[in-house]
């Protein structure tokens, strides 16, 4: 039977086969994308994609962990990374291990992913020096929206050394990999050429290590919106849409429910 990876399982995929992995925030997305993923991410996303928040700064440590237990029920063979909520990490490295150490022992995540570049490599390498292993996540962090002022691409012109700074600063620290959010694509090939760990990409470079998607922005069940980065490979909530009318439509017309869904008086003899 196949055992799901370890963070140094991951670190060891740098170069080779790209990595595939996708947010889940539930039991049952999380089964149907087990056998498909080497990582699946309980994103903070699910502030946006299934609590209907604006951002992702309202995502708390109890939504993560409730979160995060739904998906474990779900996984066998993918391993799973927990977000670390706004909030919760960036006080001091303290801070961190305390709430990291959370994650990992309530929702048995082998691995937590905190936003930040140079400022949180103190942070990473306190974690990992405790044994909770860090994916980094850095160019756009949507925690520090209203510091970057938008979901603007990251990197281009003189911030690309920047970039470069960061990622080198957290694979030194000792992330297991790092997620790059809407880079340039020349400069995630850059930072994926120059740092020993597997680059993730999302809105960054088929060249990354590996590659993440939302998943209800991927099957198009979040439609609010939808960034340029996002491919959906299905339209899943265009045909919940349609099945809900239909369903309004029969009962309405009292078709539903039809012979087949409903019980005689007497059950059935058995043979
Ligand atoms: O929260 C999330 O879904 C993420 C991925 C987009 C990387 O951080
Ligand atoms: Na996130």
Redesign the pocket.
């Known amino acids: 039977k196949k055992k799901a990876p370890m963070p140094d399982d991951i670190r060891a995929r740098k170069g080779g086969e790209p990595l595939v992995?996708l947010?889940a925030y539930t039991t049952q997305m999380a089964e149907l994308m087990d056998a498909h993923c080497d990582f699946v991410?309980?994103?903070?996303?699910?502030g946006m994609?299934l609590h209907g928040l604006p951002s992702?700064l309202g995502v708390t440590m109890e939504m993560m962990i409730l979160h995060g237990q739904a998906v474990a029920r779900g996984l066998k063979t993918a391993m799973m990374v927990v977000?670390m909520p706004f909030g919760s990490y960036e006080e001091s490295p303290e801070q961190a291990f305390r709430n990291g150490a959370l994650l990992m022992a309530e929702t048995g995540a082998a691995a937590v992913?905190l936003?930040g570049g140079r400022h949180m490599a103190e942070t990473i390498a306190f974690l990992v020096a405790r044994g909770v292993p860090v994916m980094a996540?850095i160019g756009l962090t949507?925690q520090s929206i209203n510091t970057l002022g938008g979901y603007k691409v990251q990197g281009r012109g003189d911030a690309a050394a920047e970039l470069m700074a960061d990622a080198q600063a957290v694979a030194e620290a000792g992330v297991f990999s790092v997620?790059l959010?809407k880079v340039p694509a020349n400069l995630a090939d850059e930072v994926t050429a120059a740092i020993a760990i597997p680059t993730?990409g999302?809105g960054a470079s088929a060249g990354c290590d590996g590659q993440?998607?939302?998943v209800d922005d991927m099957i198009g069940m979040f439609t609010a919106f939808k960034a340029k980065f996002v491919k959906r490979y299905a339209n899943l909530g265009e045909q919940a849409e349609a099945a809900f009318a239909d369903y309004a439509r029969e009962v309405r017309a009292r078709e539903f429910p039809a012979a087949e869904h409903i019980f005689a008086d007497q059950a059935p003899e058995k043979k």
């Not at 991410?41 to 699910?46: F, P």
């Open positions: 992995s947010t991410l309980v994103g903070d996303s699910v994609v992702t977000d992913k936003e996540h949507p997620v959010e993730i999302i993440i998607l939302v």
